[in-house]
């Protein structure tokens, strides 16, 4: 199979591919060169600035998305060339490594990356209450000092 996934992509802003559900779209032009999102519906629409891959079957989207986001910072910002507007190539998304386990393998790993984000959520929620909580607390302190 071959590893790269890229068949096409938009560099002028007029989409001569068709992206379908469950393809990956890479933005691949201006600050947000690196940010990958799943198409998650069945219509057509118009974007420009993203490299589309295509997913063979026996590639998960999610577990795509999830490497991709992963390896972001490692690959697509120190590759990313451009002063004021990065640019992230097609040869460069082209030769990014794109380790393939069986699906259900992929699957798995889907399944325990989202299991540990709701974590990351939770433990999120619970510190912006923490601080909100401190911030009260720290206000009730004050209010207390400077009344009497």
Known sequence: MDRTLITSATQFGVDVARAKKGDV???NIG???GIASIIDVDFEF???NVAILNRPEQVDSKYLFHYLSFKREGIFEDQTKGGAQPFLSLSILREV???LPPLAEQ???VAKVDELMKLVDQLETQLTASSQQAEQLMNA???ELTAA
Do not use: E, H
Request: proline residues 11%.
């Open 25 to 27: 779209l890479i933005v």
């Open 46 to 48: 118009a974007f420009k």
């Open 141 to 143: 302190i004050v209010a």
């Open 97 to 99: 490594p794109f380790p």
């Open 31 to 33: 600050a947000g060169s």
């Open 107 to 109: 699957k798995r790993i």
